[in-house]
């Protein structure tokens, strides 16, 4: 013991958090009673509006019924009339009393009109029951109430039209109409043909320009006849307005043709139809796109009654209903209204009760919000660890704490899995690991044949500059040597094979696919030449000796895979390709070039880097030589000198490998040296063509 009060960590088990999902269940219970309720009182209520609405319909067909009945009924007394009977209809003045008793009975009426077997007619109109533009048209004095028209085919009788005033006083007479015959009408033909239909319509009458049925029945007794009398919708206006419910509630008349054919505001919907005004205004003049279906459902067997919503969210209720009068007419009552305005207070006492449901679920959430952050914030953070290592982010971070225990256990695996794979990023390839935890798959012995593009580096005369030097620090200023090399080759998508004393072997296209390998190889070798030149400025400042670095680089197919044993393996590439690289590298120290590159590479990225030619060599165990060049710069950013220089020099190695040692060649090479005294690649040739010149002097 040390004395110091050891102090007691007390973590919570995991089982506590089971509390967070409880509350939640408990809420989602909660919540779901609420909506249950909810939902049995919306249906508690569409039930009483379905039955309700059922109702109203039916009173208002009803009433729209009676309405035909008595226009009916005014045809069955008008019928029974003897002068209709006899077709006693020229003067008789209590004729025309009775039926303007009638068209006053009857408001819906706009007219009673009586057709015979021989062409005779009499019609009784009531002049204001129809649009202004009706009286207008006729051109007569404000004391016309109605206007009589009487045909009789008697000897020497012409047809005449009166206007008699509301007394029934003759205001003005004049001449016509002529060759108007009600046999050929419509409702004079369809009375015959089917004497149980009452209607014939709707349309919209010529004379009045307002929509409308006919009511016919032909004579029973007497002469041959029909009598009819014309319905004027827009007189059900009132009567429709009566039966809506609510304060937008709508009732209307349709047919089969989904026009309206009543409707309390039937002037209105008139007058908003485009183009053609003497028809019915469609349904969807209503402006309820669901009305529709729900009225061709109900045709088709389904409901009466059905709920819909608007483009607002607002709720209907529609009920639809038959009217017996009007038979193959097939006039219809619908009845709309929204279900909030006659269910008014209790939607309003079931949004209250749902809205005191909410505000105590509100109140518990923010504890439960707190308590389940406090608990989900260490495994968020966690979250963020494991997705940071499978993005290979192997940075170092803190290591994750928590008061619950099994959490804190979790965060020790992960910190400890972090090092785990950072460590081992130290000794396999970065992109080999990063593959192997985005595939999951495990390290395995083997590999396959593929193209690859292989540098090999070596520090010049490194043995000489180091075997002096502190071991600690030839380590260190080693290893930032290879970190500022190894950083170019990765940022130019190579992967760092191995390091080899003080070399380093590097591959492109290997692990990973990539179509531009060469390319990115040469780019690599660019930028750590700076990196190297950079680093060697630092180097001289500290006291430390330069790495000059020499470069070789082959692009051609290896065998890359695993090598080694079960428990110990390597990640590398093995072939003829490699062993050029290494074999390019080494051949530096003659040309005294920095880096070497095969024809392979030359042919690949000539286009966007600049070479010039150093040399024609046969490798150990290649059967053909191989041009060897030397690799300048990145063409777009090279000056124009050293292009001038590269031009020169293939010019004079032209002439080498063509001509040989001739004097032309040598004069050529000789210029060359003037202009570049301290060229390497120049004065190995000038010495091989003194040392072939010497030994053809000895041998002579």
């Not at 060359?672 to 690649?681: A, T």
């Amino acid at each position: 013991m040390t004395g110091e009060k050891t102090r007691r960590v007390i973590r919570i088990g995991f089982q506590t958090s089971i509390i967070t999902v409880f509350v939640g269940v408990v809420l989602l219970v909660g919540l779901t009673l609420v909506y249950l309720s909810f939902a049995r009182v919306t249906s508690i209520t569409r039930t009483a509006a379905s039955g309700f609405i059922e109702k109203v319909a039916q009173l208002g067909a009803d009433h729209v019924d009676e309405q035909f009945k008595n226009v009916r009924d005014s045809l069955d007394i008008l019928s029974g009339l003897p002068p209709i009977q006899e077709a006693d209809i020229a003067d008789n003045s209590r004729l025309y009393s009775l039926m303007a008793a009638m068209l006053r009975n009857n408001p819906q009426l706009f007219n009673l009109y009586v057709g015979y077997e021989d062409g005779s007619f009499i019609e009784m109109d009531v002049i204001d029951r129809a649009k202004p533009a009706f009286r207008a048209g006729l051109k007569v004095d404000q004391d016309a109430a109605f206007r009589l028209v009487v045909i009789t085919r008697t000897a020497g009788a012409a047809p005449v039209t009166q206007y008699l005033s509301e007394n029934l006083i003759q205001v003005a007479e004049v001449p016509g109409p002529t060759g108007y015959d009600p046999r050929q009408r419509p409702w004079y033909v369809e009375a015959f043909k089917n004497d149980k239909t009452l209607l014939t319509g709707p349309y919209v009458f010529y004379a009045t320009g307002e929509p409308g049925y006919t009511l016919r029945t032909p004579l029973k007794e007497g002469r041959r006849g029909v009598v009819a009398g014309d319905v004027l919708l827009n007189r059900f206006e009132d009567m429709l307005a009566e039966q809506k419910l609510g304060q937008s509630g709508q009732a209307f008349l349709f047919n089969d043709a989904e026009r309206i054919v009543g409707h309390p505001g039937m002037n209105r919907l008139m007058a908003e139809m485009p183009g053609r005004q003497d028809e019915l205004p469609q349904i969807g003049a209503l402006k309820l796109p669901a009305l529709v279906p729900i009225i061709r459902s109900w045709r088709d067997g389904g409901p009466a009654q059905q709920f819909f919503d608007d483009a607002a969210g607002r709720t209907y209720v529609a009920a639809v209903h038959r009217l017996d009068t009007t038979g193959s007419a097939n006039v219809r009552l619908a009845l709309v209204a929204p279900l909030d305005e006659f269910y008014a207070r209790i939607i309003n006492e079931r949004r209250t009760l749902f809205a005191l449901a909410l505000a105590f679920v509100g109140a518990t959430i923010p504890f439960a919000f707190w308590l389940g952050s406090r608990m989900a914030r260490p495994l968020r953070k966690l979250v963020e660890e494991t997705d940071a290592i499978q993005r290979f982010d192997i940075a170092e971070r803190p290591r994750i704490h928590s008061a619950i225990a099994e959490i804190e256990e979790l965060g020790r695996s992960v910190f400890t899995m972090r090092s785990v794979v950072s460590s081992f990023a130290s000794f396999i390839p970065r992109p080999i690991v990063q593959q192997l935890i985005e595939t999951g798959s495990s390290l395995r012995l083997g590999g396959s044949r593929r193209e690859v593009t292989v540098l090999f580096t070596d520090v010049a005369d490194f043995t000489a500059k180091t075997e002096q030097a502190d071991p600690t620090q030839v380590m260190i200023y080693t290893s930032r040597y290879f970190a500022a090399l190894s950083d170019k080759i990765m940022r130019c998508h190579g992967t760092v094979d191995k390091y080899i004393g003080d070399a380093v072997m590097a591959l492109w296209n290997a692990p990973a696919d990539d179509p531009d390998h060469t390319v990115n190889a040469c780019r690599a070798v660019l930028a750590c030449l700076s990196a190297n030149d950079a680093l060697n400025r630092e180097f001289r400042r500290e006291g430390w000796p330069p790495y000059e670095t020499r470069y070789g680089l082959h692009v051609g197919d290896a065998v890359v895979g695993n090598v080694g044993s079960s428990d110990r393996m390597n990640y590398t590439a093995l072939g003829a390709t490699v062993n050029l690289a290494s074999r390019l590298e080494g051949l530096n120290k003659n040309y005294g070039t920095r880096v070497l590159v095969s024809a392979a590479v030359r042919a690949r990225v000539g286009h966007a880097f600049l070479f010039r030619s150093v040399d024609s060599i046969t490798p150990k165990g290649f059967a053909e030589p191989i041009e060897v060049s030397e690799l300048r710069g990145e063409l777009a950013q090279t000056k124009e000198a050293e292009m001038t220089m590269c031009r020169r020099w293939d010019e004079v190695f032209a002439s080498i490998a063509q001509d040989g040692a001739t004097d032309t060649t040598l004069v050529r090479l000789s210029g060359f040296l003037l202009d570049y005294p301290k060229d390497g690649i120049a004065e190995f040739h000038a010495r091989r063509f003194r040392a072939a010149v010497g030994n053809v002097g000895t041998a002579a």
